[in-house]
């Protein structure tokens, strides 16, 4: 017995998407597996709780496949999960031996990262939007890489308040550069930023590093050795990526891009809250206003601001929660695979 798998998505539940890419994806296991009638047992589809409008099965009879037992089951729920997703385990007793395919369609590729090629998620956005919350649930759903390039910036920033360097002044800051050593690492899927060596991860997030980094990122020679590197990440694995030029000026060409925003007072909260149960003790209209002229800082800089890229995809998160802005991002991803 040979099982041949395939998987696929749909981008609302409708009959005829359903229909249609049910009827794609056997086709395409058929076709490029060179399968005959005879050699099928059996179809076992699954699908995805939030599919009602159709069954599977039904759809792959009325398209033909009606040569052998068809069976479909819905999954349960599972955090995470792709949405709208459609599955299916072929039972096959093949007549003679060759090298069977697995076949992904449209949005079920993300879930075979070894048979789709590399795609990268630009998310931008000012600080507080939520994009790196939002960035780490979809590496991990995926399963790629996370890379936070806010935190190689803060690095940069923490080595200058730590040697005593103005980031505003391109001077001090470009004698700086010269000895700056800033990577960032992976152990068990989560980044370590190093400065010199040490593991900063946690000492990047003290609020005093936040104004340092957004003044030291405003310099171009910062920019393009920060920017160098992340393009470097980018291009050799798939990778959800945030900052502020990603999608305009690291990796112009990723497949998906997103604008995160939200109001500034809804991101000076999150901010407020997140210092407060790390136990450092801010005032809510001092964080306020930073964080509105950190926006107008990073917006107004002469070497890659911050900006919307044309091809962005904008998506307000002020009255959504993390889990609804996740699901907005995958469904709008597997609609343009
Ligand atoms: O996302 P964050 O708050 O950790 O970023 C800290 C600062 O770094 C931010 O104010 C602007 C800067 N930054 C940037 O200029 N470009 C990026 N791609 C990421 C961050």
Redesign the pocket.
């Known amino acids: 017995m040979t099982i041949i798998r395939g998987a696929t998505t749909v981008t609302k539940d409708c009959k005829e998407e359903i229909f249609s890419s049910v009827k794609a994806l056997l086709d395409e296991i058929f076709e490029c597996n060179h399968l005959a009638k005879g050699e099928i047992s059996g179809f076992l589809f699954s699908l995805t709780s939030d599919i009602h409008s159709y069954h599977p099965a039904k759809a792959a009879r009325e398209c033909g496949y009606d040569f052998a037992p068809l069976f479909a089951a819905t999954e349960p729920d599972i955090d995470g999960g792709l949405p709208l997703c459609i599955r299916l385990m072929l039972f096959a007793e093949l007549q003679n031996e060759r090298q069977i395919k697995h076949v992904y369609q449209k949005g079920a590729k993300t879930l075979r990262k070894d048979i789709s090629e590399i795609f990268n998620i630009a998310l ?1 956005g000012p ?2 939007s939520g ?2 919350t939002i960035a780490k649930v979809l590496a991990k759903d995926y399963n790629i890489l996370y890379l ?7 690095a940069c ?1 923490l080595k200058a308040l730590r040697s005593g360097v103005d980031p505003k002044n391109p001077e001090t800051v470009a004698k700086m550069l010269e000895t700056l050593d800033v990577k960032v690492e992976y152990k068990d899927g989560k980044q370590h930023t190093l400065l010199d060596g040490e593991d900063v991860s946690t000492a ?1 997030r003290e609020n005093a ?3 340092a ?2 003044n ?3 310099h171009r020679a910062v ?1 393009e050795k ?2 160098e590197m ?1 393009r470097q990440i980018g291009e050799s694995m798939s990778c959800v ?6 999608g305009s000026t ?1 990796l112009p060409n990723a497949k998906f891009k997103f604008f995160i925003t939200a109001d500034s007072k809804v991101r000076a909260m999150r901010r407020f809250t997140e210092l407060q149960q790390r136990g450092e003790s801010v005032d809510f209209e001092t964080l306020h206003a930073e964080i509105v002229a ?1 926006d107008k ?2 917006m107004e ?1 002469e070497f ?3 900006v919307c890229a044309k091809d962005a995809i904008v998506v307000d998160t002020s009255n959504m929660r993390i889990d609804e802005v996740v699901m907005t991002i995958k469904k709008s991803i597997q609609s343009q695979i």
Do not use: E
């Open positions: 931008d600080a507080g994009k790196s936070d390039t806010g935190a190689m910036y803060r920033g990047i590093v936040s104004m980094a957004s030291i990122s405003a920019r920060m920017v992340q990526l945030d900052g502020r030029d990603i690291v950190r800082q990073d800089r890659s601001p911050l």
